[in-house]
């Protein structure tokens, strides 16, 4: 145990930000405020990355703040699950940071300082609950980034985007406090909410603990405030509506922190609360393998028929996102660390994808796909960097999508559940059917029924000067740099900080000290 203030600055340094950007946005100019945003995503993730070696090694970093309540500190922890998603959270942001100058700008967005102030929050918030050590300080975080995410969502103002920002609300404050009924309940039972690998409540319950019926509805109400982030259908609803808020403000949802944050949820409830054998014994893996395998296969059907590119992506990230799910629901050391691997490769990948869909609208206006037919010859490098991160995304070799549905296909079959199996197989084909009609579209030169050149389309709606060919390139360079990414984590998964030796070891942890199952 290394006793340190390194993660309680990680999260300080985004909070700042935010406080900086409020208290002088609107009176320096905006290269300062947009600065600010830079040097505290780079402090943040320099913070987080510098102790992603010692984790490795076994060892873990605390800060124990205060005393919020009779035996509830305000804490952090970096263990090795935390790791990831803080690593993934922090570094992204860097690149989201740039990119929003890009897209922002080139828009002509206003309430800028807002926004800048906001995705600070999400980000510091995401970095508090992946480093929060009980479920206290993580459920104040947790309610944070739903409060924080508010006005990205409701970011347009008008009529529409204040009735999916108010629909997002309802879903996930009303999920919320069934999430923190569920807390108070554990902290009766248990005394406390340290998170443990393998789950703490089976071993350090006072007396005697609650029959299966009274653990699985304490399961689910623990898991519907994870599974409505998540986008577990039928929690769903308000992602997709969502898609109104500004396209970075989409790959912080789908990317960076939101829903990334409900997975994360579900894995400290599976994993670090409850723990692999209860959560089975009480029946609510069960429940939620099925809501996974379910939602994986619908959300892919839907997506086969959507037009607008971000609504196509949206319902791609719902199924996305229960492959994760179900991988931290069967409880098999290989599905576990393939789920959380691919929070991993999914924030690269699908950042890419959302982010290729923000440089088409900006320099182009274009958000239907049947508009789009020949935009590669206008946009080569934005579209190929689409192209790969579909190809990722459907879990093809040599990317990142690969290597954590391995993992989870390994871990299913392991457990002698080959219907599962077939699920992620099904859903990969699905993934190629409703993505490589775009890339086949983009790069068709003819011109199809219905469809209009980009030429036609930039004239029309004046986003950029029609002699421009590609994205700016403070919105080119960072899907470049997240397609890379993607594949070099897909050839050499351990690259960087090692996120796939920290899955591999909380998996272990987990599965060994929570009588979950090797596979």
């Known amino acids: 145990m290394i006793e340190s203030l390194r993660p309680a600055a990680a999260v300080a340094v985004c909070l700042m930000a935010a406080a900086l950007i409020l208290l002088f946005g609107n009176r320096i100019h905006r290269n300062l405020r947009e600065a600010i945003t830079v040097i505290a995503a780079i402090c943040a993730a320099g913070l987080i990355f510098s102790m992603a070696p010692a984790v490795a090694a076994g060892h873990v970093y605390e800060a124990r703040l205060w005393q919020i309540a009779e035996g509830i500190k305000l804490g952090f922890r970096t263990d090795a699950a935390g790791m990831v998603f803080a690593c993934i959270a922090s570094f992204l942001w860097i690149l989201t940071s740039v990119y929003s100058i890009g897209y922002m700008r080139g828009h002509h967005e206003k309430n800028q300082t807002g926004y800048f102030a906001a995705f600070a929050v999400c980000v510091g918030s995401a970095l508090g609950i992946a480093l929060a050590a009980n479920l206290m300080t993580f459920f104040i975080f947790y309610e944070m980034l739903t409060i924080a995410t508010y006005p990205l969502v409701a970011h347009g103002r008008d009529a529409t985007a204040k009735s999916s920002g108010r629909k ?51 399961f689910l109400m623990m898991i519907v405030g994870g599974a409505v982030k998540a986008g577990v259908m039928p929690l769903h609803g308000w992602l997709p509506s969502a898609m109104v808020a500004p396209t970075p403000v989409s790959a912080l949802l789908h990317a960076v922190a939101v829903v990334k ?53 949206a319902f791609s990230t719902v199924g996305q996102l229960s492959y994760i799910v179900m991988g931290i629901a069967v409880c098999a050391q290989a599905s576990i660390a393939g789920a959380i691997f691919h929070m991993v490769a999914h924030a690269f990948l699908k950042i890419t994808l959302f982010m290729c869909a923000g440089a088409i609208f900006v320099t182009t206006g274009l958000s239907e796909i049947s508009t789009m037919r020949g935009l590669a010859k ?28 391995f993992n989870l296909i390994r871990g299913i079959l392991a457990m002698g559940q080959p219907f599962f199996a077939v699920v992620l197989v099904a859903a990969a084909l699905l993934a190629l059917s409703y993505l490589m009609p775009v890339v086949r579209i983009v790069f068709d030169g003819g011109e199809g029924a219905g469809s209009s050149s980009p030429r036609s389309s930039l004239d029309t709606h004046g986003y950029a000067d029609p002699a421009r060919g590609d994205a700016a390139p403070a919105m080119r360079l960072p899907l470049v740099l997240t397609t890379i990414a993607a594949v070099l984590l897909g050839c050499v998964p351990n690259a960087g900080p090692c996120l796939y030796a920290l899955a591999q070891m909380a998996a272990a942890a987990v599965t060994e000290g929570g009588g979950g199952f090797a596979g």
């Open 168 to 218: 997002y609300l309802a879903y996930t404050l009303i999920s919320g406090q069934l999430f923190f009924a569920a807390i108070c309940a554990i902290y009766l039972l248990c005394g406390s909410g340290e998170f443990e690998a393998g789950g703490f409540l089976a071993k350090k319950a006072v007396g005697v603990l609650p029959s299966d019926a009274v653990l699985c509805l304490l």
């Open 261 to 313: 944050a409900g997975a994360f949820c579900v894995l400290r409830v599976v994993c670090y609360v409850f723990g692999p054998q209860l959560s089975i014994a009480c029946g609510g893996a069960k429940i939620l393998v099925w809501a996974a395998a379910f939602t994986i296969i619908v959300s892919s059907l839907i997506a086969l028929k959507k037009d607008n590119l971000k609504a196509r992506l």
């Open 378 to 405: 206008r946009m080569p490098v934005t579209m190929t960097c689409f192209t790969i991160a579909s190809l990722g995304i459907a879990g093809l070799p040599l990317m990142a999508g690969f290597v954590s549905k």
